[in-house]
């Protein structure tokens, strides 16, 4: 009998079988308060997901290389269950170094995936913003999401910047964007943009503070009350202060 051909679509199928059997149903349905949308979950808790993920890494880089583990994670991320598509982060996670252009738009394109906020701020928060950490030039992709009408595009376009921001990257990229999106009535996209600006305030208060007071009459309550929030609380009554 001839052996059977190890492929990416293999591999896949092989997670996916691990994910539905080792998962929790009354965890699963737990999850589900954290969405407005209806979110498939096989129920596994994130650290035990990780750890797993890990695992099958080491195995299919040592067997297959790492080109063969980028072709699962595509596989993987074209479902509809949440536990599919953060296994495939996981897989990627940490490893973004050794992967190139090819690589990030293929990623990116997954922005057309998306189905809820747990998926895609694992998408962009841990493989797309180390990945514009590492080439800097990339981070022109994030004005491109900014004006798609795939809300989840223009949330990316916000997270994508936030490790960098950490770094104290970025800074006029981020008052660029934010002149661009604040005006967005999503309140995924004013959660993200939000997020970001509470970042860069943290991080970088000296430059976003006086931003934030320059913009305090135009955002939205959503974004500045977020932006706000890890400011010292005379500075935070002073923005918020209409």
Partial sequence: MPERKITPQYIADHIRRVLRDGGS???SQEVQVFFKEVVKSRGWYTA????????????VV???????????TDQLFSGRVLEE?????????????????KDFRLFASWLDRISSWADHDALVHGVLAPMLIA??????????????????QRRAACVALIRGTREKMFFPEIMRLSET???????????GLGWLLRESAKYDPKRTVPYLMKIRGRA???VIRTACETLP????KKILLR
């Fill in 25 to 27: 149903a009354p965890h």
């Fill in 48 to 59: 035990e997901l990780r750890k797993v993920a890990v695992r099958m890494r080491r195995s």
């Fill in 62 to 72: 040592r067997e297959m290389g790492m080109e063969f583990l980028v072709q699962v």
């Fill in 85 to 101: 598509k953060v296994f495939a982060v996981f897989l990627l996670e940490n490893e973004t170094d050794l992967l190139g252009e």
């Fill in 135 to 152: 080439k800097p030039a990339r981070s022109r992709e994030v004005f491109r999401w900014a004006k798609s009408r795939n809300r989840w």
């Fill in 181 to 191: 999106l604040l005006g967005d009535e999503d309140d995924m996209v004013q959660k």
């Fill in 220 to 222: 939205p309550r959503l």
């Fill in 233 to 236: 609380i005379a500075t935070k």
